[in-house]
C-alpha cells in the first residue's frame, strides 16, 4: 500500500483489507498470493499471515491523509467484496471514499454479483451512488469469455464509470453487448507476468481495442507481460494507448 504505485492505471494503492483465494482462471498465478506468501510467518510483517484474508480498520482513514488528488486502486491485495468482509466494513470503506471526494476511487472485484447487491442496498440507506459517491468508480476482472458475464453485473451498476480489467487476457472476448456509455466505459487490457506467465495472443487484444474504438470507449492497454514484461513493454501497433474515462453526467 503506498500514496504512489507503479500500476500503469493508477496513481496509489489502498488495502483496508489484504489476502483472498482464488476464484477462476485468471487468480492462477495471483501475483498479490505470490508476493504475500513470500512473509507467511514472519513475526510483525504485515503479512505474516501470508495471503489469509485480514482486515486492516487502521488504515480505513488513510486516504484522507493524502491531500493530493489521485486515482486510488482499493484493495489492490485483495477485494473489497470477498464473502468474508462484513458487509459493515465494506461501509466503512465506502464511507471513506465519500468523505475524500477530492480522490477518484477504483474498486475492482472478481465477484460483481456482492458488489451490485451491496451497493443496490447502501443506496436505499444513504441515496443513488452517482450522486453521493460521484468520485467510485466500479470494476470487475474477465480474463475470458467465461465470465463476460461479471461485465453484464456491472454495466447495471448506477456508478460514475464502470470498467474492466482483463488482465491477465486468456482468451478473446467479445465485449460489443456491454460496451458503451451506459455500460462498460472504461477498459483495461494486459498480459501475464511472471515466470510462469501464460501467453496472449496480440490479436486478442486487436479485437478488444476494435471494439472499443466502435463503442467509443476508453481503451487501457497496460503490458504485454510475459517473464520479461519490462522488454515486452506496453505499445500495441507502434503506439501506446492510454485512453481515461470520464465520468457520467
Keep these: ?17 489484504t489476502g483472498c483465494n482464488k476464484v477462476s482462471t485468471g487468480c492462477k498465478h495471483c501475483y498479490a498470493e505470490t508476493f ?6 514472519v513475526p510483525g510483517h504485515p503479512f505474516e499471515q501470508g495471503f489469509a484474508l485480514r482486515l486492516w480498520p487502521a488504515r480505513l482513514e488513510m486516504p484522507l491523509r493524502w491531500r493530493a488528488p489521485r486515482r486510488i486502486f482499493v484493495n489492490s491485495m485483495s477485494d473489497l467484496f ?19 471526494n477530492w480522490h477518484q476511487f477504483q474498486v475492482l472485484t472478481k465477484r460483481p454479483e456482492r458488489m451490485a447487491r451491496h451497493l443496490a442496498e447502501r443506496a436505499e440507506r444513504v441515496g443513488p451512488l452517482r450522486k453521493t459517491h460521484p468520485n467510485v468508480w466500479v470494476g470487475t476482472s474477465v480474463e475470458t469469455q467465461r465470465y463476460v ?11 460514475a464509470v464502470r470498467f474492466l480489467s482483463c488482465e ?5 472476448l467479445d ?21 510462469r506467465a501464460r501467453p496472449m495472443d496480440a490479436e486478442w487484444v486487436r479485437v478488444i481495442r476494435d471494439q472499443c474504438k466502435k463503442a467509443r ?7 504485454w507481460g510475459g ?10 501497433d507502434e503506439r501506446t494507448w492510454d485512453q481515461m474515462p470520464q465520468a457520467l453526467a
Excluded: Y
Design 82 to 100: 470477498h464473502d468474508k468482509v462484513p458487509a459493515e466494513f465494506i461501509d466503512r470503506v465506502f464511507d471513506t471514499m465519500q468523505r475524500a
Design 168 to 172: 491477465p487476457l486468456l482468451g478473446e
Design 175 to 195: 465485449l460489443k453487448g456491454v460496451l458503451g456509455r451506459t455500460g462498460i466505459n472504461w477498459v483495461i487490457v494486459g498480459g501475464e507476468s511472471g515466470r
Design 227 to 236: 517473464v520479461r514484461k519490462h522488454e515486452t513493454g506496453r505499445e500495441l
Design 1 to 17: 500500500m503506498s500514496d504512489r504505485s507503479a500500476i500503469e492505471w493508477t496513481d496509489a494503492t489502498w488495502n483496508p483489507v
Design 217 to 223: 470507449t476508453p481503451f487501457f492497454f497496460k503490458q
Design 36 to 41: 504475500s506468501e513470500r512473509f507467511r510467518g
Design 149 to 159: 458475464g461479471r461485465a453484464e453485473i456491472v454495466a447495471s451498476i448506477p456508478a
